[in-house]
């Protein structure tokens, strides 16, 4: 019997290529990416950029872990404010992608591995991206996971004293799973998060200094013909 990360695994390969090709996905992307720089300080990313031809000289260095980072979208965007990037996916293709973005469009040190470290034993072990990262993110994956105080505990050990856990997802909303079809609910365990729910989750996983913040603008997505607008939040905890 597949398993939710089968699932995922399986899905996620076979639509890297058309994860971002249609306008609404750009649409969508290009806003949160936009607010991911407006809002970067939520996750302690440097105000000032050092990737860049002639970076500040008050520029800072932060180094990345980018989980579940599909073709790296969350890295694109903010790659002018990390000293290096390291993405993990579990889909190969999205892998692929994610490593050809990053030395296509020049983002710097940023380099994608396969792996699950949301996996016990041998299958983590195997996922070499090193730790004390100044900031773990999760951009769009945490409702495709299962058991999400563990997801935000492992990821805490990755990251060193001080630093963050981020997840960018979408607010829960009730009745979103039930316009969805069936493929679809099979690699979604849930529609979303509310504000507690993090706070939460964050808690019991350990994490501290806890903010979240829900984007003015709502984005909008087709399900099932029809159109549906959809609160993002970002959402952070610290490592003591």
Not at 185 to 211: C, I
Not at 217 to 236: C, N, W
Request: proline share 3%; charged share 25%.
């Amino acid at each position: 019997m597949s398993t939710l990360a089968d699932e995922n695994r399986q899905h996620w390969d076979k639509m890297a290529s058309q994860y971002d090709t249609h306008d609404w996905q750009k649409t969508m992307l290009a806003y949160v990416s936009s607010q991911l720089i407006t809002h970067r300080a939520i996750f302690d990313i440097p105000s000032e950029a050092i990737n860049t031809p002639t970076p500040s000289a008050d520029a800072k260095p932060y180094r990345l872990l980018d989980y579940a980072c599909g073709p790296g979208s969350v890295t694109r965007a903010l790659h002018p404010y990390l000293t290096e990037a390291r993405g993990v996916d579990l889909a190969a293709n999205m892998i692929k992608l994610y490593n050809e973005r990053a030395a296509e469009e020049g983002w710097g040190d940023a380099l994608a591995v396969q792996g699950n470290l949301l996996s016990s034993g041998e299958e983590e072990a195997k996922v070499v991206v090193g730790d004390a990262f100044d900031g773990a993110i999760v951009g769009f994956g945490f409702h495709h996971f299962e058991g999400w105080v563990e997801c935000l505990r492992r990821l805490g050990e990755r990251v060193k004293s001080g630093g963050v856990v981020g997840i960018v997802d979408l607010v829960l909303k009730s009745d979103a799973l039930d316009h969805m079809d069936e493929h679809q609910k099979k690699h979604m365990h849930v529609s979303g998060f509310t504000h507690d729910q993090m706070r939460m989750y964050m808690a019991e996983a350990g994490l501290v200094d806890f903010e979240m913040v829900v984007l003015k603008e709502p984005i909008v997505m087709p399900i099932r013909g029809e159109r549906t607008e959809r609160e993002v939040f970002f959402a952070r905890g610290r490592k003591v």
